[in-house]
């Protein structure tokens, strides 16, 4: 398939992406709860946006060739919150939802970190945080140079950060490459849920006002409620339309949504439920699943 026809083959409604992200949530409660470790909050709050951008017809990808050279890329920048990655992955059909259960166990393709060099579907392996916009302006420009020599259409690359990874530096170096060199196939995502694992943000080391900072460094920027799929949709479509340089889209979200007790919880960061939270999580997120699942049959 050539990327277009890549970018086409996987879209579904939006209904039916909230129904992905539902299922998504499910199985990221059930695999930390299984692994007794590692990152909810995040991998929550992430859900709807990774449904969309995978299901949504702007990004190209080959689940039976997962190496595909026409594929877009996705960098996951942020890279404890894997188990949502994982998750998606599932619901693309790069792994089995089985397989998700082995989540941090020895030997399992589903490491704490994403590996790229054992999971399908990653492609990059990440972990140490302000490292990910580097990599995905390194290989927008790539991109740009192949479809410059050989007239064929531009890969797209994207990237999810949050907004406590800002934090560091090396973003900012790259953000600055980006906008000087006009990296216009390159679309970045904040996770802008306002936690970290010491505290809220704004607190801890307030990296706002973010719109006006990468407008400063020469990107377009979309603001977004992180939650709704229609609205996730039409900025990634308004993303990849923009022309003149890369493009950020701040999604503003909710740390640990879909769980109510771990909702802008610090404390849900990077600790796994018991058995007994998973049983309460897992209901409350099967309810809206119901509700989820009627709509998408126009009930």
Same mark, same amino acid.
């Given at each position: ?46 859900? /709807? ?12 990808? /080959? ?6 050279? /026409?594929?877009?890329?996705?960098? $996951?920048?942020?890279?404890?919150? @894997? ?57 927008? $420009? ?16 994207? @990237? ?45 080391? /307030? ?6 900072k990468f407008e400063a460094f020469k990107w377009h ?79």
């Open positions: 398939m050539t990327t277009g026809q890549l970018r086409d083959a996987h879209v579904r409604t939006d209904d039916e992406i909230a129904l992905i992200a539902n299922h998504m949530r499910h199985d990221i409660i059930a695999m930390l709860e299984a692994a007794g470790t590692g990152h909810p909050g995040g991998s929550l709050s992430s859900a /709807d946006i990774l449904a969309t951008l995978y299901f949504s017809g702007v990004m190209g990808w /080959d689940a039976d060739d997962p190496k595909n050279p /026409d594929r877009d890329r996705f960098v $996951l920048s942020k890279g404890h919150i @894997a188990p949502a990655l994982y998750a998606v992955l599932a619901q693309a059909g790069f792994l089995s939802r089985e397989e998700l259960l082995t989540l941090r166990k020895l030997g399992s393709r589903l490491q704490g970190h994403p590996d790229s060099n054992i999971c399908p579907g990653v492609e990059v392996g990440t972990g140490s945080l302000g490292q990910g916009l580097s990599i995905a302006a390194g290989i927008a $420009l790539g991109f740009k140079q192949d479809a410059a020599a050989t007239g064929e259409p531009c890969r797209r690359v994207f @990237a999810l950060t949050g907004d406590g990874e800002l934090q560091e530096g090396q973003n900012w170096e790259a953000l600055m490459f980006a906008g000087n060199h006009d990296l216009n196939n390159l679309v970045a995502i904040v996770d802008n849920n306002n936690l970290q694992i010491d505290g809220h943000v704004s607190d801890v080391n /307030d990296v706002q006002p973010l719109a006006a920027v979309i603001q977004v409620n992180g939650h709704d799929v229609r609205a996730v949709r039409a900025a990634l479509q308004e993303a990849v339309a923009y022309s003149a340089g890369p493009v950020v889209i701040i999604a503003k979200t909710i740390k640990g949504k879909g769980v109510s007790f771990m909702e802008d919880k610090a404390s849900w960061h990077g600790n796994a439920p018991s058995a007994e939270q998973a049983a309460e999580a897992l209901a409350e997120i099967d309810a809206v699943g119901e509700q989820l699942a009627a709509a998408v049959k126009g009930e």
